[in-house]
């Protein structure tokens, strides 16, 4: 009791003389806090920060919500934001393992709440530069690592519901058309996954052609599913204060434990000034336990991010499921900035750590200093996924409704590679996926790191193709003296297009497997196109003129809005719907048929 009493009386001394931006919570002799940030030198500043709007919710399960927890996660949130005690991350270890894990908490002085400037925006976003199109006797394969993050489409989403567009950075056009389902048949003969391709024209500019191509992977019901070692690693220090951060993580989380089973278990881990353990490993039967230790976390102190990766990493090892799914879930608002933070160190020790079977996801939160180029990284160097809550609605998209394909690979380092005809291609140019670009013979080299597909996953790429006779939309070159620049016989009698070539692991092996289809083009128009085909040639069409895309054509919100209603289907979630919404606003936003140069 002495112990704890100058405990409380140093809280209280702290908390009462700090000056704005010192850490009252850190105790420990760690060095005072390094504000370093990992922008690109050439990024362009930050937009304002949108105010933060209501958290978004949906009737049909806010309530499960709050029944699921009985009064105590939901109950907590206020309690949590006020700053009446002392962050948890605060206590010394040696006092959290007297209460068997779990974190005492201390007093704050009365009137002195961890100071947070909500106003001062530090949001990254890695910058982005468009692919072009290429002229296939150049440069006949298109390369690149799968990506099944769907963040940038929350992100664009909050912007809009917040009245503002969206910084062209956040809009990753390829996460905006892969947050959709579709309608691709389940893979068959034992692969992971299938392969679909359609052609039709491009409805941003009908004198070319749009090539989409489907993944599929298997989908695994829950009961099947092998069991969870997971270990939440979760961001308490005091940029997490806001309604939008902590509280709604603590809500979201709760969903995800309450489909726990008794052969799954939770440990969390906490990071702020300091490290440290809440709740060692934990049967997916005590729920009430691990509920209760989300509910007793607070925010304050500084954000040690990387000590927290590394005890993340040291908790799931000690448990490690050889026949199971090891997986570290970050929860944070990206910001590290006491001791391991630079993206080159936080590379190294994800990527040392994968190779021992543990993944790490990460779940992005909040507004006004989002790291999501720093999050999007971790998650694509751990073997992971990135997603961005940005209510509960979302939370239920990612934690429950897509819980397998965001906890259980099926497919690891899967590479796409196109390869066209130059017989029936002038130019091609992918659609997004510009982060995620390999070299050629990268496809091959069982060395190089690419993306992973999750349970139920689809993975959708397009590319826009300029027929042969057709003006290409960029700079020309001199022809080559020493090249065969034509195409022969064999080349046109194909009536080939294009040859689609996937690599993939399965998520313990080492040695890659192919998989290998040709597509052809019978020359539809759009609008007799699949409904799939349609809806996702809207939602890229959205992404190129939120981008300002110099390579946006004729698109406008109208073409965007009548594509996209009329092939709506059966939107069973009711997400479809939503991006009309969104069209709709980004409309208004921008105050025209088109957005204007900004």
Request: net charge negative.
């Amino acid at each position: 009791m002495k112990r704890i009493a100058a405990l409380v009386l140093l809280a209280t001394s702290i908390a009462c003389s700090h000056e704005k931006g010192a850490d009252p919570s850190d105790i420990s002799q760690l060095p005072p806090p390094k504000q370093e940030s990992s922008k690109l030198a050439d990024a362009p500043p930050s937009p304002p920060p949108p105010p933060p709007p209501a958290l978004r919710t949906e009737p049909s399960f806010a309530k499960g919500v709050e029944g699921g927890v009985a009064g105590g996660v939901a109950g907590g949130v206020v309690g949590g934001v006020v700053g009446t005690t002392m962050s948890p991350s605060a206590i010394p270890m040696s006092i959290a393992a007297e209460n068997g894990g779990a974190f005492k908490r201390a007093a704050r002085s009365p009137g002195a709440p961890y100071e947070y400037d909500s106003d001062h925006n530090t949001e990254e976003y890695g910058r982005i530069v468009e692919n072009r199109f290429l002229d296939p006797t150049r440069e006949p394969l298109s390369t690149f690592g799968v990506d099944v993050d769907r963040a940038s489409y929350a992100m664009v989403r909050r912007f809009l519901d917040s009245g503002q567009l969206p910084p062209r950075d956040a809009v990753r056009i390829e996460e905006l058309v892969n947050y959709f389902e579709y309608d691709y048949p389940a893979p068959r003969g034992g692969e992971p996954f299938s392969i679909t391709t359609e052609v039709a024209s491009c409805p941003w500019n009908d004198r070319h052609r749009l090539l989409r191509i489907g993944l599929q992977a298997e989908k695994i019901d829950l009961k099947d599913l092998p069991p969870n070692n997971l270990v939440f690693l979760l961001d308490v220090s005091g940029s997490m204060a806001s309604p939008d951060k902590l509280p709604l993580l603590k809500s979201s989380l709760a969903m995800l434990v309450d489909n726990l089973r008794s052969d799954d278990s939770v440990a969390i881990v906490v990071y702020a000034g300091n490290a440290g353990l809440v709740l060692p490993p934990t049967p997916g039967t005590q729920k009430g336990r691990i509920l209760d230790a989300l509910e007793r976390l607070e925010s304050g102190g500084s954000t040690a991010g990387g000590a927290g990766i590394v005890l993340a990493y040291e908790t799931a090892r000690d448990h490690f499921l050889r026949r199971g799914n090891n997986r570290v879930i970050l929860a944070t608002d990206g910001d590290f900035n006491v001791g391991v933070s630079s993206d080159g160190e936080l590379q190294r020790l994800i990527e040392k750590e994968r190779a021992s079977g543990i993944f790490l996801s990460v779940l992005g939160f909040g507004t006004g200093n989002v790291k999501d180029s720093k999050m999007e990284l971790l998650a694509d160097k751990g073997n992971g996924n990135y997603a961005y809550i940005d209510g509960l609605g979302e939370a239920k998209k990612v934690l429950v409704t897509e819980m397998g394909g965001t906890l259980v690979t099926v497919a690891k380092d899967v590479k796409l590679q196109v390869e066209f005809n130059p017989a029936h291609v002038a130019a091609y140019r992918l659609i997004g996926y510009e982060n995620r670009m390999l070299a050629a013979e990268d496809f091959n080299d069982d060395k190089k790191d690419a993306g992973e597909i999750g349970a139920g996953h689809s993975v959708t790429a397009l590319y826009e193709i300029v027929p042969p006779g057709v003006p290409v939309p960029s700079g020309s070159v001199d022809p080559l003296k020493y090249q065969a620049t034509r195409s022969d016989a064999t080349r046109k009698a194909s009536g080939e297009l294009a040859t689609v070539k996937i690599r993939y692991k399965k998520p313990d092996g080492d040695r890659s497997m192919l998989l290998s289809e040709t597509v052809s083009d019978s020359g539809l128009k759009i609008e007799v196109s699949s409904s799939d085909m349609r809806f996702a040639a809207a939602v890229a069409e959205l992404g190129l003129l939120l981008r300002d895309s110099e390579y946006k054509g004729d698109a406008s919100f109208a073409e965007i809005t009548r594509l996209a209603t009329r092939a709506a289907g059966r939107d069973t979630e009711g997400h479809r719907g939503d991006f009309i919404g969104l069209v709709g606003k980004a409309e208004r936003i921008a105050g025209t048929k088109e957005i204007a140069m900004r």
